[in-house]
């Protein structure tokens, strides 16, 4: 790939993930409306919490004024807490009109932090017309990048859509499009696509295409593998043209180890294929096929740099998270977040980078790990603590991750040369 290809992707990679992530976008409200061909007591049966068919999508397990008054109430949810028992959320419902109307604010979650809720409040109202009911749902909040804001606009949408289809048929069908594996592979063949003319439209562009999303999955399933050995009863991957994958876990965190673990075991997982590799790669060119030997090298270079990058201590990145496990305060943080950026940019500096991309490239994840400090969502209680033992396996486990792809970065570029 030439330097300023590679130079655009990654400063357009950087610019995403501010946007994604960290960008202040504000309080903003997501509308949906839509007509659906029902009876309106079915409808609002169905969006009212206290309705008799408000669990139609088995989201809803419960719901019930709470026990303590005060106008609350008590909704039981089908997705998992940490403690693997279904979360709980305590709610005001506001302005109700029979049959065309309320509002619903969050007072407390079993799950996250007040803040979370602050300034979330949810509008519902139906408008009956002939042959039917007009659904309109608006959600109001508060975000800190994009990511969120567009997540929540496509679950309203979905959500949407599956409630008209259920007050017309009846029938309610789980998942979507979206997370469907013949989706993903899609997303992952555009992924290439997209790849391949920055990389050159040619055979060995094509190849280094296939084996950086290779890479990506590869990454993602070290999370999913991770979150399944922490105890979780499911795992996804959600891959994303160009920018990369996201692995989602079943239930949240339960313990700052378990964060580490499953944030360092996405470049600790390809760690194992390193070596493996390389050997191979001196194998194949040994016999002669020198074309073999390179392509396999390349495969090295992709895997060690991909992981690397990720381990950079940015805040929202893989490295950011295992070291804010790790470390026990801000100032043992702050000196550890230095020496291993310091670290990088060495070994970009042995493997033959120029200096400027080097210096320029610290600049911006440095400014990216402040931008986006604090930017986490908080659970309401405190998560179990990392003890001694731990925090030095998780350390060396770091160091060894990194010595592995720093080993991987500097020996596939001098067999490339």
């Known amino acids: 790939m030439p330097d300023w290809t590679a130079t655009l992707v990654i400063g357009f990679n950087l610019a995403l993930i501010f946007l994604l992530i960290a960008a202040p976008i504000g309080t903003r409200t997501i509308a949906r409306r839509t007509f659906v061909r029902a009876p309106a007591a079915r409808v609002w049966n169905a969006v009212w919490p206290l309705g008799g068919d408000a669990g139609w999508s088995g989201e809803i397990l419960s719901a019930a004024p709470a026990e303590d008054g005060g106008g609350l109430t008590r909704i039981v949810l089908s997705w ?75 679950v309203l949408r979905r959500q949407m859509a599956k409630l008209r289809s259920w007050s017309e048929t009846g029938a309610f069908r789980k998942g979507g499009v979206f997370e469907h594996p013949l989706t993903q592979v899609g997303m992952a063949i555009a992924s290439i696509l997209i790849l391949w003319p920055l990389a050159g439209l040619t055979p060995g562009g094509l190849a280094f295409a296939v084996v950086l999303t290779i890479v990506v999955a590869l990454h993602e399933l070290g999370h999913m593998a991770a979150f399944r050995v922490a105890g979780h ?11 990369g994958g996201i692995a989602i876990g079943g239930r949240p965190y339960d313990s700052h180890f378990e964060v580490a673990f499953v944030a360092l075991m996405g470049a ?16 194949v ?3 002669g096929n020198v074309h073999g030997g390179n392509f396999l090298a390349v495969a090295v270079a992709c895997i060690a740099l991909f992981n690397l990058a ?62 986006t400090t604090g930017s986490g969502v908080r659970p309401r209680d405190q998560l179990k603590p990392l003890t001694t033992p731990g925090r030095l396996a998780l350390a060396g486990a770091l160091a060894a991750v990194i010595v592995i792809h720093s080993v991987g970065v500097l020996w596939s570029f001098n067999a490339l040369v």
């Open 80 to 154: 998992l807490g940490r403690d693997g028992n279904p979360i709980e959320r305590l709610v005001r419902l506001d302005d109700v009109r029979d049959m065309r109307h309320y509002e619903m604010r969050v007072v407390d979650d079993s799950s996250l932090h007040a803040d979370f809720w602050a300034k979330f409040h949810e509008e519902v109202t139906l408008e009956e017309a002939d042959g039917g009911v007009h659904l309109t749902m608006r959600q109001t909040d508060s975000y800190r990048g994009l990511a969120f804001y567009i997540f929540r606009y496509f």
């Open 233 to 243: 009863r499911s795992a996804r991957m959600i891959f994303i043209p160009l920018l």
């Open 268 to 283: 600790g997982f390809s760690a194992f294929l390193v070596p493996p590799l390389m050997a191979a790669s001196q194998a």
């Open 285 to 287: 060119a040994a016999g």
């Open 310 to 371: 990720n381990l950079v201590p940015v805040w929202k990145f893989d490295g950011g998270q295992v070291l804010r496990q790790i470390c026990p305060n801000t100032t043992v943080l702050a000196i550890a977040s230095f020496a291993l950026l310091a670290g990088f940019l060495a070994v970009g500096a042995s493997a033959g980078f120029p200096t400027r991309v080097l210096v320029v490239g610290g600049a911006v994840f440095a400014i990216l790990s402040l931008i």
